[in-house]
């Protein structure tokens, strides 16, 4: 039995994904530790406290903790004021681990997670995981960079830790090539999807449980609304639809996220109206997993027009529910999505190219990719991440610290 102290400073995975700054990452950091205490470890994931009606510790399931260490003021906090208070929470976490059993790894989750981790490695002699979920460079690459500070902390990290965990092999090549990570300690543990909702089903009985009407066809956004996950592209695939006289509508799940998300919204409801399409457009809350997995059964195809992708889980779990996928060619959506089996994958970011696509999908056989789709989802389990994780934890006795 191991344990394993995880860090997620800037989002506790208790909060809904899709609202905030929460997103594939608490789903993440909740399904990964929650599938490691089933396996039988102990598990303490801290949290920055943003609530000051929040438990100072909830226990989630045996095995599985939640606590919540209070760094700067108990509220939400706009991202550029986070760097702030690392150091507050840094020492809040190194006091709860003095007060029981030291870990026998610290999993960081994000950079900012990962600056305290460092730490926490050198202060209690343990190794250090890395998962980063998103990368500077990366960003930057895509126009959507935050800043060169960022980039040299997440090198300084990485060449600090015992492992860097990547979600797939695109990934791995991007720590190597833009930090010059030590390939050897770049360590590919894909995600999983929680099978139990997220499963094939039928449409109609999906959207009539959600209250839809059963004929026209239903696109599916589901994300943060931001401009990196490129939602704006899937209105615009609506409207190029629409403009054709195809009778379609489009969901747009989720809430928004980051300094830009306000005007994201706002820009999207403003070009709803200029187009015309009001009636065929429909915002969706952040919802549950019970929820999502309807709201993605009842869709003829799922959108992930993202600008840059570490993983992209949505299109996983569009795909475990028997829904192909039309995605950006970027990052790690190039492995989850296999052209023809359950999806499409497009390099340019052309409305109509996106609405040929669309069409040529929803005109095909539904039965057969949704077949394909759901038995290419089902290689992908939390527990086999869990068990990879621990694999790979159970090394580190034999192969001593890396030096800082």
Known sequence: MARFAVLSYHTSPLQQAGTGDAGGMNVYVRELSSALARLGHEVDVYARRDDPACRETVLVEPGLRVHHVTAGPPAPLARDRFIEHVDAYTAGVAAAIKCGPVPDVVHANYWLSGLAGHQLKHAFAVPLV??????????????????????SQEAGIIACADAVLASCQVEADQVVELYGAAPARVRIVPLGVQHAFFSPGNRSQARRALGLDSSPALLAYVGRLQPLKGVDLALETLVALRSRG??????????????????????????????????????????????????????????????????????????????????????????????????????????????????????GDRDAWGTRAAALAARYTWRAAAEELVDLVSGFAASGLVRC
Do not use: Y
Request: negative net charge.
């Open 130 to 151: 890395m998962t980063f979920h998103t990368l500077e460079r990366v960003k930057a690459a895509a126009d959507a960079g935050e800043s060169d500070h960022r980039a």
């Open 246 to 363: 195809h009778h379609a509508r489009l969901a747009i799940i989720g809430g928004p996220s980051g300094p830009e998300g306000p005007a994201t919204l706002a820009e999207l409801h403003r070009r709803v109206g200029d187009a015309g399409v009001i009636d065929d457009v429909m915002f969706v809350a952040p919802q549950s997993h019970q929820m999502l997995s309807s709201w993605l059964r009842a869709a003829d195809v799922t959108l992930v027009p993202s600008r840059s992708e570490s993983f992209g889980l949505v299109a996983l779990e569009s795909s475990a529910c028997g829904t192909p996928v039309l995605a950006s060619s970027v990052g790690g959506l190039r492995n989850l999505v296999e052209p023809g089996v359950n999806g499409r994958l497009l390099e340019h970011r052309d409305p109509a190219g996106w609405a040929d696509a669309a069409l040529e999908m929803m005109d």
